[in-house]
């Protein structure tokens, strides 16, 4: 089984209840992918997504399979800081995680600021995008 790691953080009481179930959501979905849930990341990602990674960019169907198949096996996800901004029904998240991984069968260790856009229908969010940007481990998200 494959690890998530995430900082406890004191609970900030200007954080919203919104806020906090996007940062959980988004928490759930590092696990998922470690996982290889599938069942859980389907209805996550919307069928129209894109998924920007160091090698390319491609849809729902294929990160889907990416994951299944563990052509990309998103091992350990380490989240070293998280902010989201809410606009209406859309929620942008950053991650700053180091990221432990097999890659086409290499293991490889990096310092990404994965940004993540949400939106809601009803009561249920679905992603829209997840890039990855490679970035220094100083690297700080500014709130």
């Known amino acids: ?3 998530l790691i995430f900082p406890i953080q004191a609970q900030n009481s200007s954080t919203s209840n919104t806020e906090k179930e996007i940062i959980q959501l988004s928490m759930d979905k590092w696990q998922w ?3 290889k849930d599938i069942a859980k990341l ?3 990602f919307h069928p ?3 998924f920007v990674h ?3 960019t491609w849809t729902t169907a294929r990160e889907l399979e990416i994951i299944e198949t563990g052509s ?3 091992k350990k996800a380490t989240v070293h800081d998280t902010a989201v901004e809410l606009v209406g029904n859309t929620a942008v998240v950053w ?3 180091t990221l432990e991984s097999v890659v086409r069968g290499n293991d490889a260790k990096v310092e990404f600021t994965v940004t993540e856009v949400y939106h ?3 009561s249920d969010w679905q992603m829209l995008a997840m890039t990855f940007s490679s970035v220094r481990e100083t690297h700080k998200i500014g709130k």
Do not use: F, V
Request: net charge positive; charged share 20%; proline share 4%.
């Open 72 to 74: 990309i096996w998103y």
């Open 33 to 35: 992918m470690a996982d």
């Open 48 to 50: 129209q997504a894109k």
């Open 120 to 122: 809601k229908e009803g």
């Open 95 to 97: 991650n700053r995680i």
């Open 42 to 44: 389907t209805p996550l």
């Open 54 to 56: 160091m090698s390319g």
């Open 1 to 3: 089984m494959a690890t």
